[in-house]
C-alpha cells in the first residue's frame, strides 16, 4: 500500500487496547534494520581481520549495554536488570566466543556470519524449552546476535524520533525502548505482545496509549502517516478526515481534563448522590499492578487472580513462590482487604502436561475448584501459602467455579488440615480466614439461599455466569455477538443473588467486566450491590459516575427493566437514562 | 575426577543471576568443570552453557570436576547452592 492510496479515504482497524487514552499524530515506524545474511556466506581469506572486527563491535556492543542498562534502572529500576546482565554475561563468555571464533578460523566465514550462526542456534534451543523464564531468553540472544551484527557493519539502529509521533512496531524490546526520546511517544502501536508485554507496561507508566493489532500494521503503515489511535476500544484509524481528527482532538482534550479531575479527586470516597457508600474494588492479576490501586484509592483488591503465577511457572509453583507473592499484596494494601481467589487454571487457561487438554467442553469440564479438588497436594499448597500470608494484611480466601456444596464442604476439611499442619509447625495465621465463593455457575446462583449457610461473602463473576446461563460460548464467533449480560434471564439471576446476599448479611461483591459498564451500574446499585470490583484504571471513572447518581432512582430504573423482555429495549433504556442524567461515560476501560 | 550430584533449591532457580554467579565461582578453579542433567551436558564455566541447562529449582544437577583442585571447587559450588547462592 502507497501512500497516495491512503489519502483516499480513512480507514478504520480494530485493535486491542491494553493502555488507555488517545493519541493523534504521524506514524513512525520503528523496525530494526534486516541484513541479508546470504550474502555473507562467501569465503573469507583474513580470519584474524575478521576476529578484530568481532573484538571491537563486541566492545561496542558491551559500552551500549552498559548505558541501556543505566538509563533503564533510573526509570524502571531493576525491571529489566536481569535481560542487560544476562546479554552482558553472554559477551564475557570466552567458551561462547570460542565457538564463534572457531567458526570463523575452520569454516572460513566472516564475523557476522558466524555470530549469526552460533547464535540462532542457541536461541533456537531455548526457543523450544518449556520453562517460560528459560524460553524467553531466547529473545535476548536474538536481540544480542542483532546488536552484534549490526556493529559489525557500523548501522546505528534509528532511535531517532524528532517530533512527537505514534511508534508502530512489530515488538518492542526493553533494550529498544529506552532509546526513544519519551516526550517524542504519543503511543505504542505492536503487532505482537498482550496486557503483560514490555511496551504495554511502557506505555502504563507513561500514561500514553498502546494498542495491539493482529494485522502487522509495522509492515503496512510508512513514516508519517496521520492515524489516530484509541486506548479505550482499540481502534486505529489510518489517514483521517479532518471532522473525525477535530472530534478525537475534542475526546482527547476531554479526557484529559477528566481525568485530571478525577485523579485529583482520586482520595475521596465513593458514595451517592444521597450519601450512600460504595466500595470500589479493584481487580489485580500482577503484583506491578497495585502502585495504580493505590493511586486510584481502591477499597482493596475484590480479585487476585493467581493463575499467572502457575502460568508463569508452567506448572505448579511451590509454597514459598505463592507465599512471597501474597504476603508482597497482603502486606502492600493493608488495612485494606485483599480477595485471593484459588486457581482457576482449565477452560482457556492450560498448561501442557499440568492441566487436561483436548476436552470436548473445556468450560464445562475439568477447571477451577474441580481441578483444586483432585489435586488436593496442589490445592493445600496453595491454601497453606494464603493462610501464612494471611498474618502480614487483610487476607480473604475466594472459591472458582463453585457448583455444589460439596466443593465448599471439601475445601473446608482441606483447610482444617492446613491450619492443624501450621499450628503443629509453629507457623503463624490470622485464625479463621472469611472463605467466600464465585457465583459464576447456574447451580450457585439458583442455590444462592443454600449456600450463604456455608460460605462468607460471594463474589459475581458475570462473564461465565453470562455464557453459562445464555450457554453461549464467548469465544465462538458463530454465536458470541448473543452473548449479553444485559439479557433480562441474566439480570434478574445478578438481582436475586444479590438480594439473597445482602438478606442474609452476606458481603456481596460483582468482579467482572460489568460492574464498569456505565449503563450496567445504576441497575446493579438498584438490586442492592454496593461493592463492585474492576480493572483499577476504571475506578475513577465509576466513582464519578456513582456520585452522580441516587439510590432511589436506581431502585425505580431497574424495577422499570425487570418488566422488560428484550436484550435491545433494555440497552436503549439505559443508554437513555444516562443521557438524561448527564452521565454519559464514553471513557470507560474495557478489560 | 570427582562427580556429585546436587540440588538446586534456591527460589529462582538457576536464573541469569544466580547462574552467573555460579560460573563465577567455577572460574576461579583451573579444574575443569561439567554439569550434566536430562542428557544435556555443559561447561560450567560458560554462562550460555550454564542457561542452557534451564535449571528450575528442584532440580538436580551432575556435577563432574576434574583437575588439581577438583576438591576445593566442589566444595565451593555445593556451599553456593546449598546457601542458595546467597540471595
Known amino acids: 500500500m502507497n501512500k497516495k492510496q491512503w489519502s483516499v479515504d480513512e480507514v478504520i482497524i480494530n485493535g486491542l487496547a491494553t493502555s488507555p487514552g488517545f493519541a493523534i499524530g504521524p506514524v513512525y515506524i520503528f523496525r530494526p534494520q534486516v541484513i541479508n545474511l546470504l550474502e555473507l556466506e562467501e569465503h573469507i581469506e583474513n580470519s584474524a581481520e575478521e576476529i578484530r572486527h568481532l573484538n571491537k563491535a563486541m566492545r561496542q556492543v558491551m559500552k551500549q549495554l552498559v548505558y541501556a542498562q543505566k538509563i533503564s534502572e533510573t526509570s524502571y529500576g531493576e525491571k529489566f536488570t536481569d535481560i542487560f546482565e544476562s546479554q552482558k554475561s553472554f559477551l564475557h563468555d570466552e567458551f561462547l566466543i570460542k565457538e564463534i571464533t572457531d567458526e570463523i578460523h575452520k569454516a572460513r566465514k566472516s564475523a557476522a556470519h558466524s555470530v549469526s550462526k552460533i547464535l540462532s542456534e542457541k536461541s533456537e534451543y531455548f526457543i523450544n524449552l518449556e520453562n517460560t523464564y528459560f524460553r524467553e531468553r531466547a529473545f535476548d540472544i536474538l536481540d544480542l546476535k542483532q546488536k552484534i551484527i549490526h556493529a559489525l557493519f557500523g548501522i546505528g539502529i534509528d532511535y531517532q524520533l524528532t517530533n512527537p509521533s505514534i511508534v508502530v512496531a512489530e515488538s518492542l524490546s526493553p533494550t529498544d525502548t529506552i532509546h526513544f526520546n519519551r516526550k517524542f511517544i504519543l503511543g505504542f502501536i505492536t503487532d505482537k505482545g498482550g496486557k503483560t508485554s514490555h511496551a504495554t507496561i511502557l506505555a502504563k507508566g507513561l500514561q500514553i496509549p498502546a494498542v495491539i493489532n493482529g494485522n502487522n500494521l509495522s509492515h503496512i503503515l510508512k513514516n508519517e502517516i496521520m ?159 494464603i493462610y501464612r500470608a494471611s498474618v502480614f494484611g487483610n487476607v480473604q480466601i475466594l472459591l472458582p467455579m463453585i457448583s455444589s456444596l460439596e466443593e465448599i464442604i471439601q475445601t473446608r476439611e482441606i483447610i ?107 441497575l446493579l446499585l438498584g438490586m442492592g450491590l454496593r461493592r463492585f470490583s474492576m480493572n483499577p484504571f476504571s475506578i475513577p471513572y465509576v466513582r464519578r459516575q456513582i456520585a452522580g447518581l441516587n439510590i432511589a432512582e436506581c431502585e425505580a430504573i431497574y424495577s422499570e427493566i425487570s418488566t422488560y423482555h428484550l436484550v435491545s429495549e433494555i440497552e436503549q433504556k439505559m443508554a437513555g437514562f444516562l443521557e438524561e442524567k448527564g452521565l454519559k461515560v464514553v471513557y470507560l476501560i474495557e478489560e | 575426577m570427582i562427580e556429585k550430584t546436587l540440588q538446586i533449591i534456591n527460589e529462582q532457580g538457576l536464573h541469569a543471576r544466580p547462574a552467573a554467579h555460579l560460573v563465577k565461582i567455577a572460574g576461579r578453579f583451573k579444574s575443569e568443570v561439567k554439569i550434566l542433567k536430562d542428557g544435556l551436558e555443559v561447561n560450567g564455566k560458560s554462562i550460555m552453557g550454564v542457561m542452557m541447562l534451564a535449571a528450575e529449582t528442584g532440580s538436580y544437577l551432575s556435577f563432574v570436576i576434574t583437575g588439581e583442585d577438583e576438591q576445593a571447587a566442589i566444595e565451593a559450588i555445593e556451599e553456593l547452592i546449598n546457601k542458595k547462592f546467597y540471595e
Open chain 1, 416 to 522: 482444617t488440615v492446613v491450619k492443624e499442619e501450621l499450628q503443629a509447625e509453629n507457623i503463624a495465621f490470622a485464625g479463621d480466614i472469611p472463605l467466600g465463593v464465585m457465583i459464576e455457575t447456574p447451580a450457585a446462583a439458583i442455590h444462592i439461599g443454600a449456600l450463604c449457610d456455608y460460605a462468607d461473602f460471594f463474589s459475581i463473576g458475570t462473564n461465565d455466569l453470562t455464557q453459562y446461563v445464555l450457554a453461549i460460548d464467548r469465544t465462538n464467533d458463530k454465536v458470541s455477538h448473543s452473548f449479553n449480560t444485559f439479557h433480562p434471564a441474566v439480570l434478574n439471576l445478578v438481582g436475586q443473588v444479590i438480594r439473597t446476599a445482602n438478606e442474609r448479611k452476606r458481603e456481596v461483591t460483582l468482579c467482572g467486566e460489568f460492574a464498569s459498564v456505565p449503563e450496567a451500574i445504576p
Open chain 1, 227 to 385: 492515524i489516530i489511535m484509541d486506548g479505550f476500544s482499540g481502534q486505529i484509524i489510518i489517514n483521517p478526515t479532518t471532522r473525525t481528527v477535530q472530534r478525537y482532538e475534542h475526546k482527547k482534550q476531554a479526557y484529559l481534563a477528566q481525568k485530571e479531575k478525577l485523579f485529583s479527586d482520586a482520595g475521596r470516597e465513593s458514595k451517592t448522590a444521597d450519601m450512600v457508600p460504595v466500595e470500589l474494588l479493584a481487580n489485580v492479576e500482577f503484583l506491578h499492578e497495585i502502585p495504580e490501586v493505590l493511586r486510584h484509592a481502591a477499597g482493596g483488591v475484590g480479585l487476585f487472580r493467581t493463575e499467572s503465577i502457575f502460568l508463569e511457572h508452567n506448572g505448579e509453583p511451590d509454597e514459598d513462590t505463592q507465599f512471597e507473592i501474597y504476603r508482597k499484596l497482603a502486606k502492600k494494601l493493608a488495612p485494606h482487604p485483599v480477595t485471593i481467589r484459588t486457581i482457576d487454571l482449565g477452560g482457556d487457561k492450560l498448561i501442557e502436561g499440568y492441566t487436561s487438554k483436548d476436552e470436548l467442553n473445556p468450560f464445562l469440564g475439568w477447571r477451577a475448584i474441580r481441578f483444586c479438588l483432585d489435586r488436593p497436594a496442589v490445592f493445600k499448597n496453595q491454601l497453606r501459602a
